[in-house]
């Protein structure tokens, strides 16, 4: 199948119409938001579902995304919407929190990987919400990266990793966040946090009064079985080795440096990924500058980019910084101890 990129253009009615109708026949269309790309196809279809498993190369346990431009369309999918999450809507949409409901028989099994519930979002990226209202369908999208691989960032991403799987690819350049949407699920007695992201759990907690987060993912222990199915994958990963060294910034480079050395001699391509005030410490190669603590989005909206160009480099050890568990720092850090399998040393 040869794969059609087009620029999201707003003013142009005739890339959308296409892609609307893509949608609406039954096929894939990847496209903008403002987390990562997504790769959608008619939420309501059975089969679309399953193009999208297969082109991902996705486990069809792992449910999708549903996206919807109106809050209305929540009344469609969902059985029963609580008070909390009316809350949650009303505060956080649109934009990047992913609210797990009850659903109703017309989504099918399929799309929620067999569960009883459906995670819906209304993104705010104007190329997704155009998307969504043109084709009158409810985009079913999960990130655009074949399995295993960081999610997307810009259209060459999705490119790179499906090129001739899928039918179309709207392009409007590098997101904003760069990392998945916070998915919270308030189905059970108490709101919980099944995926931290932007939306920080003090956010939620603002809100709500309350929130938890799901013990999985809180102490990130790897003997545990997440809510979402997805999070118990082995995403994002490089093909490199990744290891996460932590400690005071003088130390942690040192160590870094010593490590560096230590595969170089034997052979071996590293790479590095430092804060932006930390750069200037390393003087090995192949240090990428992975943005600033100090601001945290600038560290999100350039990971997994800077992960995929560790694989173009062809690294085969990859050493990185720690990027402060809090806030958004914590949706950071969940990404990167799961891109690095859990590996992480501490100096100090
Ligand atoms: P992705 O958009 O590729 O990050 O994948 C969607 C994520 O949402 C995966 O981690 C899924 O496990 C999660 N998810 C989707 N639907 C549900 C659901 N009904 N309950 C819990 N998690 C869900
Ligand atoms: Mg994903």
Redesign the pocket.
Known sequence: METVVAKADLENGKVFQAAAEILKQGGLVAFPTETVYGLGGDALKADAAGKIYNAKGRPSD????VHIAETDSVYQLAADVPEQAKKLMEAFWPGPL?I?FKKKKIVPDTT?GG?D???VRMPSHPAALKLIKDSGVYIA???ANLSGRPSPTTAAHVMQDMQGRIDMILDGGAVGIGI?ST?V?VTGDRPTI??PGFISAQMIKDILGDVTIDPAIACMDKNLRP?????KYTHYAPKGQLTIVEGSREKVAGEIERLVAEKKKAGYKTAVLADTDNVGLYSCENVFDAGSKKNEITVSAGLYAILRSCDDIGADYIYSESFEECDMGYAIMNRLIKAAGHRVIHVD
């Open positions: 792992n449910p999708l995304i992913t797990i929620t569960l519930t459906v995670a999208a999960p990130s998945e998915i699920d099944l995926r809510k979402a199915p997805g999070m």
